[in-house]
């Protein structure tokens, strides 16, 4: 996950953010639009799994695992877009910070994201100071720039005592199409309760007792979601 945020900023045309040359900018409210999976960072977990399944899946290129909320079955499918739970999938960082970066520890934008080419905008500055919704962005960019690390350091903890385990998801829908996910993992409910007295001491120590069990308890979410596909295809 810290590859691909890196990643994202370097290939984008950025420029540093200041008020003298954005003075005018306008910046658009984030939407999770039609992405059905959306990196997290574990300070985003305990709000994260009161609506949204918590999986984890590698990185591609580095095999490294990151988090993520789940939103959708297949890419370009976002099943809580125009329903109750888009208000809350839209507040995660990863979509609040679209288009703005930190690199280097100044926060860095790119001009050219369609954040910035529409009319339903907020500005950035009021009266030469941050409004609110550049607040919101530094607030999730620092939220980012913490949490990246520190989620990579939980799942290696995770591995280290052997809880991550891979999750067989698969689904039939009233439209006839059956969708297996794969590549997707999770806590294991099993191996955390067999874990010993002196690990259990320390993953709670560590805060990261209460992240795992977030984890497996947001796995509830998986059947709600799938049900409401259903119904929007039912509904056409």
Sequence with gaps: MADRFRETAAVAKLEILNVHDHAALRVAPPIAGQRHFVPLVTSEFEAAASRFPILFSKNAETGDFYAGAMLGFKPGENVVHGTPDAG?????????????????????????????????????????????????????????????????????????????????????????????????????????????????????RAGDLALAHAVIGSLQHVARLAHLRNDQLVAG
């Design 88 to 204: 809350a999938a839209d507040r995660l960082s990863e979509f609040v910070r679209e288009g703005f970066f930190v690199t280097e520890d100044v926060i860095v934008l790119d001009r050219e994201h369609a954040r910035f080419a529409t009319a339903a905008a907020a500005p950035l500055f009021e009266d030469g100071e941050p409004a609110p919704a550049l607040k919101r962005i530094q607030r999730a960019l620092a939220q980012l720039h913490a949490g990246v690390p520190r989620t990579a350091s939980f799942l290696e903890r995770m591995l280290a005592v052997k809880l991550v385990e891979p999750i067989d998801l698969s689904f039939s829908f009233d439209d006839g199409e059956r969708l297996v996910l794969e590549g997707l993992y999770t806590i294991s409910r099993d191996a955390l309760a067999d874990l010993d007295d002196t690990a259990v001491l320390a993953l709670f």
